[in-house]
Structure formats: C-alpha cells, structure tokens
C-alpha cells in the first residue's frame, strides 16, 4: 500500500473557537490507482489533499496517522517532510494563474524542482546524480513536450500570465511531474478551466498514470471529472467519509442519501421545451460589439477590438435563451451592451419589455455587506418611488402608484417567499447567509422592480452540485410561475441543457 | 518610445505650470526685492531706482515672458541678493544637496530591506508589537528634530563633528561625504520606518498568495520561499513607493540642511524665500520638480523591468 491513512482528524483553531473540518478519515491508496475524492465545498476534501503534502497553515493541527510507503508523515518535522514535497508527493491546484509566480519565467519555475531535488545531497534512497544547467534545462523541455506544451524552448522564456489557463495548468503538471513522485495530489485541477480544456487536462492526468504508474487523488467537485478517470472514489460530506467504492458502484448503486442527490444533480434530463408564443422581450439586430483602445500617439484614430459580429438574436416572452461560450468569447461584454452599461457597439438592440435585471456569478461581491437583505431587496423600490415622486413634483402625469414604505416591507416579504427564502431573513447580513441563499438574494433583487426580463451571467458556477440543482429548480420555477423570459450566459454546456428552451453557442 | 514623449511632454508643461504659479506667488506676497534689500530705511527715490534696475517695475506679464525666454536657454538670470548669476550660484549647492540625497537615500536602501524582512518574520505577538512601536516612533519625528538630536549626539557628547565644519567636496569629497553621513541620518530615518512598515505589510500580504503555498509544495525550506520567491513579488510595490521616498528626501533635505549649516540648495532656498529673490527661487523649484518628475520616470522603468506583466 502507498498511502494509507488512519483516523485522521483535523481541526482549524480560529478566534471563533475550533472547527474540526475532517473527523476521523481512514482510506488507503496504491501505487498507480487513481482515487477520486468528491464532496461540496467545506466538505473537508481539499483539507484532506492539504494534509497529505503537509501544507496545512498554522492554525490547523492533527491527529491519525498518514503513513507514505510505511512512514508515518504525521510524526515527521518540516524538515523530514520537506524531503518528500515535491519528490515523492506533488500537488497541482485549482487557480494555475495564481498558483504560479508571476514574477519569474515558468521553465525555471520548473526547473526549481531539479536544484531543489535531483541535486539536493540528501540520502533517501533513491539515486540522484548531479545535473548541469544545460542538463536541467533539457529535462524541463522534455516535460514540457510530455506534457503537450507548445514550443517548449518558447514557452519555457514565458512567464505566466503570456500563457493561456490551460498551457498554465499543463506547466503546474508539468512542475509537480518533474521529480517523478509517486503520487499526485490535484486539488481541483480543471475547475478553473473552459469544458475542452478540461477535458485535455483530465485526459493527459490520465496518460501520465497509465505511462508513469503514478498514483493520483483527485480531489474535486464535479462528479463528471471524478467518473472520467478515477477507478475508485470516496464521497466526503461534513468531514466524514460517507461512502466509497469504484466508480461503477458508486454511480449505478449508490447507497448513501447525500450520494444520491450528487448523482441526481448530474444526472438531469435535457429540458423539453414547450413553449409556442411569438412575442419577443428583446431583439438583437446586426449586433457587433467592440472595445475601443485608446491611442498612444495624439490625433491617431483609437483601434477598435471586435468582440463580436453581426450577432441577431431574439428573447422571447417567458423564454431562457442560453449564450454559451469559452471565457474571453465575449458573453459577458454582449450581456453589458444589452444592458446599456456598454455602449460601444453597432446595430439595434430593441427591448419590448421594461430594461432587464442582472445576475451575477459572484453572489456575494454584488449584494451591500454593510446592508441587511431586507434593506437590500428594499432598495430599489425606494429608488422607484423617489422617482416618481420627483416627476410628481415636476408636475408629469400618468404617474403610477407609489408604494408606501408598508407596501415596500410587504413586497419584499412576498419576494423571500418566491425565492423559497424565509422571512426572518430581512433581518440578516450577506456574510451570515451561505453561498446558495445569497444567489437567492440576487435573484429576488433582479425581480424586485418588477422586471420580467433577467440576464444571468453564470449564475450558478461558483455553487456546488447540489445548490447549483436547486438554484436552477428555483429559477425553472420563476420561469413558469411569473412567465419570466430569461438571457443564460454560461460556460457549462450540461447546465444550460437543463434550464435553456433554446441555446446559442459564441465561437 | 511613445511613452517616453508623452512623459517629456507631461514634464514640460509641469515645469510650465510651475514657473507660473511661483510667478504669481510672488506678486501676491507683500514686499519685493528691493525692499528687502535697501531696507525700510531706504527713501522711496532709491527703491523706484533699484526696482527700475531689477526690472520690477515692468508688469508682471512682460517680467514672466522675460524670464521664460531667458530660462528657455537655461539662464535663470541673476540673483537680486547675491548680484550673481543664478547658475553659479546654484553650481556647488546642486553638488552638496546631491551628496546628502544620495546617502540619505542609499540609507534608506540599505537598512529598510532587512529591517523590513526582520520585521515581517516576527510572528509573536511581542515580536509584532516591539516591531510596530519602533517603526511607528521613528515615523513620527521629523527630521529636523532628529537633527537637533543627531547634532547633540554626536557633535556635542560624542565630538564626532563639529557643526559647521563643512569642507567643499572641491577640496575634500570624502571630507564632505563624512560631515553629510550626519545630516543624511537626520533624513532617513523617518523614510527607513516608513519603507520598514511598507515592506513588512508587502511581504505578509505576498505570503498568504497561492504561488508561496506551491513553493513550499516544491519542497522550499521557508527561507527558501522568503528569498526565492516571496521577496521579489514584495519589493514590486516598494519601488512605486520609492518614487515617493525620494521626493521626500529632496523635500525633507531643505530643513535639515539649515540644521547642519549645509551650504545646499536648500538653505538657498530658505534664504532666497526670505529675501524675495525670485529668480533663485523659480531656478531651485524648477529643479526640484525637474528631478522628481524625472525620478517617477526612472521608477516606473524599473517598475516594467522587474514585473513583467506591467505594459507601458
């Protein structure tokens, strides 16, 4: 057995108190299995993949053993455990962007792992001979063309941010498969990445176990990433280990409730369109959206970058339209156009119902955190009324009526209960509220001014598997109850076959 | 290349902006040249006559443009106390003062760094707190009180200098960089605190990034990660901040020069301010600006050199 862990306990010590973030976990791995351990956010999976490269910050402490190859980890100082980083044990994270120094050029990022190992004098029992600089440099560049690096002798002068997130995640492979370890830990590996790029990362984690016989723990998420290379799987939940087996027993006979509601998540039918009206909420026309970069030079016509071309499109009334597309393909750019917030573009963007309402993909950076959710939803009632009330005075007509400050209240309650909300939340703050309340949040202040229309920029991305499938019920839901048409921006083509009626696709 | 006319372009039309608004300062003050030179005594003949010589009795449009086109070819005129022209004056001051910022500001260099390290490595609380009082201390004295204090230190107790000794770099350079060490402390202190306190945040903000968890997972030992790979990313912003500092010596110089009786640009200034003698002032402002412009340059090229993901 390569790894084996016994009882492990974790525990983070923070002013609050202590939270144990895993209780009590003991599994094994051998040499050359690939292992998938998946759960949703504060499940302890990624505290786990932490502890086994002994990268846990000081204000953690544990318990249980981690024996690698028979020795115990758990009792080794920084210095014993600092042999085996890198050398025996790497790890590959989510964000390669930021996981990667900006400052220094990736193939002597690489490169490091060779003066930090191979060279290192160290007895511990594996034979390392000396290398030259030109030595060193040949063995990156042959990793690099391992790992499917383009241009290795190009890439390798490169620092991080010239490169695209795959060719940077493919450099983090590359760094952690330097020293031949014996077992990889990737913590995430593709979440940060587009659907194809994922695939290529996932497929090339795969080549390098089958080739090199390294073990990998696949720490993540996604249960489609763990079903596609992983020949055992363990379901964390809470801290514990709810359920393991393979892959095969895991997905057709899963035993545990929590298992179950992560298999449902992935499993969902496409959705079955059955809408027949030909009203339209939003025409786009001829649409072609740039950005206009300034000149250096004084008198020079600024360059305009295309975003994209000649775009025609149209949201019907109580219809989800998808824009799906890589990052960088320009959804969120068109999204702004059509809200007004960008207004560099050609062409006719016509809207039939009142101006839509956004959603965004970060819950928590677009609501107040100084504000209680009541007097967030509140908001833009008051704005309305303050209006109104304005053009009142300036003497227009046709103005329609104004709510009371009880009427407000009243209406923001009835929102909380649309969005499956209870009441007492008027009363709370962003940060009390978990990641899926908040994006209910969002969705309630998009249709509190009474819009009919919404743009959700990935609206569920950052939510685990089993939020993201009730955020999108919920929003199902309002489509039907409110007749609510609807813009579905995301990268995540099996999310938007469940919600869209029809779909786009951004080259 | 277009970067830097655009900088040239900024440059002149602050130095334009500049002239302008000390000519206009001096309008406005009361008194003149003339006045400050005769003395109230003087009978209102002898300073009609005196203003008519300096030119001041011309209007202030015509003295500017006078003035512009003289200091176009770089003749900054004549001091109106000194009777000299302004360019001779300014000659072995220019010298002194650059001697005094330079040591100041290798000072700040040399000491901020690894003081800067020292601190950010104190992880008790004790460590942080001693750390924090010290840095906060040093902050908050200026210079030229330190002055005062560095001249009874080591003048009067320790008899390491004598104040006012100065010797000309022309007859002495190491002579008279032994008599600035003094002056240049009394300047750097507070900005070593400052740096200390700035590369400290840099450096504890730069350890909790992504990248310094995948160097220890590379088998760093922590100095390894300090040196190797946190240290570079921290001192990014510290360069910014040292386009800052060095304006901060300039300007702090003016003072502590008067202190230490530093025959530099800056005690010029003070006097010339004093005397009304505008072109020396407009000459010595000019300068400064000059420098510091020219100074924020130089630090945003060395800015693009160390990150590479800054594009000018």
């Known amino acids: 057995m390569l790894l084996e862990v016994k009882d492990l306990k974790v525990e983070f010590h923070t002013d609050k108190g202590v939270t144990k973030a895993v209780k009590g976990v003991s599994f094994g791995m051998n040499d050359g299995e690939i292992l998938g351990i998946v759960g949703e956010s504060g499940s302890g999976k990624s505290t786990l993949g932490m502890t086994l490269m002994g990268l846990l910050p000081g204000t953690a402490s544990y318990t249980g053993q981690v024996l690698f190859d028979g020795a115990d980890m758990a009792k080794m100082s920084f210095e014993e455990l600092r042999q085996y980083k890198g050398d025996e044990i790497s790890v590959v994270f989510q964000e390669p962007m930021t996981s990667l120094n900006p400052l220094i050029r990736v193939g002597k990022q690489v490169e490091e792992m060779l003066t930090l190992h191979v060279n290192d004098t160290q007895d511990d029992g594996r034979l390392h001979e000396k290398l030259t600089k030109a030595q060193r440099k040949e063995r990156v560049l042959e990793m690099f063309r391992n790992v499917e690096l383009p241009e290795p002798e190009v890439t390798y002068r490169k620092y991080p941010h010239e490169l695209s997130g795959g060719q940077q995640q493919r450099v983090m492979i590359a760094m952690a498969l330097m020293c031949s370890p014996r077992l990889l830990i990737a913590d995430e590996p593709t979440t940060a990445l587009d659907a194809d790029v994922q695939d290529q990362i996932l497929d090339l984690l795969k080549e390098i176990n089958r080739k090199q016989g390294t073990a990998i723990a696949l720490v993540s998420h996604d249960l489609r990433v763990i079903q596609r290379i992983c020949q055992n799987v363990l379901v964390m939940y809470k801290g514990e280990i709810v359920e393991r087996g393979t892959v095969d027993q895991i997905f057709n006979n899963p035993q545990d409730e929590y298992t179950k509601q992560l298999i449902d998540a992935i499993k969902q039918e496409p959705k079955q369109s059955d809408l027949d009206t030909a009203d339209t909420a939003l025409e786009v026309k001829d649409l072609t959206v740039f950005y206009q970069i300034k000149s250096e030079v004084l008198g020079q016509k600024p360059r305009k970058k295309i975003i994209c071309e000649n775009m025609n499109f149209e949201v019907r009334k109580g219809e989800i339209l998808g824009l799906v597309g890589k990052s960088g393909s320009g959804k969120s750019t068109i999204s702004r156009a059509i809200l007004g917030l960008h207004k560099d573009y050609t062409g006719e963007i016509i809207h039939h119902t009142a101006r839509p309402q956004m959603i965004f993909q970060d819950s928590s950076a677009s609501l107040n955190p100084a504000r209680k959710i009541g007097w967030i939803l509140e908001e833009p009632l008051k704005n309305q009324a303050k209006y109104w009330q304005r053009q009142a005075r300036a003497g227009a007509k046709n103005i329609p009526h104004i709510y009371t400050p009880e009427e407000r209240k009243a209406k923001v309650l009835d929102m909380l209960r649309k969005v499956e909300l209870p009441e007492e939340f008027v009363n709370r703050y962003p940060r009390e509220l978990s990641g899926g309340q908040k994006q209910r949040v969002n969705i309630a202040l998009a249709l509190m001014s009474g819009s009919k229309f919404v743009i959700a920029d990935e609206p569920v991305s950052s939510l685990d598997v089993t939020i993201q499938d009730q955020i999108l019920k919920l929003l199902l839901n309002l489509q039907k109850d409110l007749g609510l048409s609807m813009l579905f921006i995301s990268h995540d083509v099996n999310v938007v076959k469940r919600v869209c009626d029809r779909v786009i696709h951004l080259g | ?312």
């Open chain 2, 1 to 312: 290349m277009k970067y830097v006319l655009k900088k040239i372009l900024t440059l002149i039309i602050a130095l334009l902006l500049i002239s302008i608004v000390v000519f206009l300062a001096f309008s406005v003050i009361p008194g003149d040249a003339a006045i400050s030179k005769l003395g109230t005594e003087a009978t209102p003949e002898r300073i009609a006559e005196l203003r008519e010589m300096l030119g001041l009795d011309k209007p202030i449009l015509e003295r500017y443009f006078i003035w512009l086109g003289n200091a176009v070819q770089l003749d900054f005129g004549t001091s109106y106390q000194y009777n000299v022209s302004v360019n001779s004056l300014l000659g072995t001051r220019i010298i002194n003062s650059s001697i005094l910022s330079i040591i100041s500001f290798i000072m700040v260099i040399v000491f901020s760094i690894p003081i800067g390290i020292f601190s950010a490595k104190r992880r008790s609380v004790p460590g942080r707190t001693a750390m924090t009082t010290i840095t906060q201390i040093t902050m908050g004295v200026p210079s030229f009180f330190l002055g005062v204090l560095i001249t009874y230190l080591f003048s009067i107790i320790l008899k390491m200098f004598r104040l006012g000794d100065f010797v000309s770099p022309a007859d002495s350079f190491w002579g008279a960089c032994a008599y600035l060490v003094f002056p240049a402390i009394a300047i750097a202190l507070p900005k070593i605190a400052m740096t200390v306190k700035f590369l400290t945040t840099s450096i504890r903000a730069e350890l909790h990034k992504d990248y310094v968890r995948t160097a220890y997972a590379k088998g760093h030992t922590k100095n390894g990660v300090l040196y190797g790979h946190v240290l570079k990313n921290s001192l990014v912003p510290v360069i910014t901040f040292m386009g800052v500092i060095v304006a901060e010596i300039v300007a702090g110089s003016i003072i502590v020069e008067k202190v230490f009786s530093v025959p530099g640009v800056g005690t010029l200034l003070i006097t010339a301010i004093t005397n009304r003698d505008y072109p020396v002032v407009e000459a010595v402002v000019l300068l400064f600006a000059f420098l510091i412009i020219v100074i924020n340059f130089i630090v945003d090229m060395i800015y693009k050199i160390v990150d590479p993901r800054v594009k000018i």
